[in-house]
T-cell receptor, first 114, second 114 residues
Framework: EAQVTQNPRYLITVTGKKLTVTCSQN?????MSWYRQDPGLGLRQIYY???????DKGDVPEGYKVSRKEKRNFPLILESPSPNQTSLYFC?????????????FGPGTRLTVT | AQTVTQSQPEMSVQEAETVTLSCTYD???????LFWYKQPPSRQMILVIR??????QNATENRFSVNFQKAAKSFSLKISDSQLGDTAMYFC???????????FGPGTRLSVLP
């Protein structure tokens, strides 16, 4: 089944404790992206990647890191989480070549930082 | 920077009736792509419909259609014959001709009433 998976689905952590949210897609998509969703703000793009070893900042990259060492994986790293990073996070992928730009989203990760 | 505005935080409609959700955007680009995504209570993001700015014909997908007014920078979604399963958050989204940066609106919460 073609899908984007994220782990964990739910995470409660404390301020300053490094964490990683994994994202994997099995559709051989070139493009992958991370978003955070907050009430009243919609989804805001954190980072995106056009292909392996190619990443770029979105609109809200502060406090986050990403890497793209393999085409299928695009982990989101919070080196020192803070309470303002409490949010719902989505990973998405897209067959960028072909210019449909339709994104396939993962199920979301609910992160709470206390 | 591009922005996307959805001026209706919440809407409701009776089952089988028609409802229109509004979206306006701001860009200096001539070619770009617009999307409507649906997010039901399951939180899964589902693509509803896509419009390429260079196409004058409005996109249609079954009961969903758009009214794309390029000069007015408006992209409204019309849902005909509303069904209970249409109850969800609806997000309008924009990407430029390169399909890298995505900007989402704040969302409209639609309730379909029996």
């Amino acid at each position: 089944e073609a899908q984007v998976t994220q782990n964990p689905r739910y995470l409660i952590t404390v301020t300053g404790k490094k964490l990683t949210v994994t994202c994997s897609q099995n559709m051989n998509h070139e493009y992958m992206s991370w978003y955070r969703q907050d009430p009243g703000l919609g989804l805001r793009q954190i980072y995106y990647s056009m292909n392996v070893e190619v990443t770029d900042k979105g609109d809200v990259p502060e406090g986050y890191k990403v890497s793209r060492k393999e085409k299928r994986n695009f982990p989101l790293i919070l080196e020192s989480p803070s309470p303002n990073q409490t949010s719902l996070y989505f990973c998405a992928s897209s067959p960028w070549l072909g210019e449909t730009y339709e994104q396939y989203f993962g199920p979301g990760t609910r992160l709470t930082v206390t | 920077a591009q922005t996307v505005t959805q001026s209706q935080p919440e809407m409701s409609v009776q089952e089988a009736e028609t409802v229109t959700l509004s979206c306006t955007y701001d860009t200096s680009e001539n070619n770009y792509y617009l999307f409507w995504y649906k997010q039901p209570p399951s939180r899964q993001m589902i693509l509803v419909i896509r419009q390429e700015a260079y196409k004058q014909q409005n996109a249609t997908e079954n009961r969903f259609s758009v009214n794309f007014q390029k000069a007015a920078k408006s992209f409204s979604l019309k849902i005909s014959d509303s069904q209970l399963g249409d109850t969800a958050m609806y997000f309008c989204a924009f990407t430029d001709n390169y399909g890298q940066n995505f900007v989402f609106g704040p969302g409209t919460r639609l309730s379909v009433l029996p």
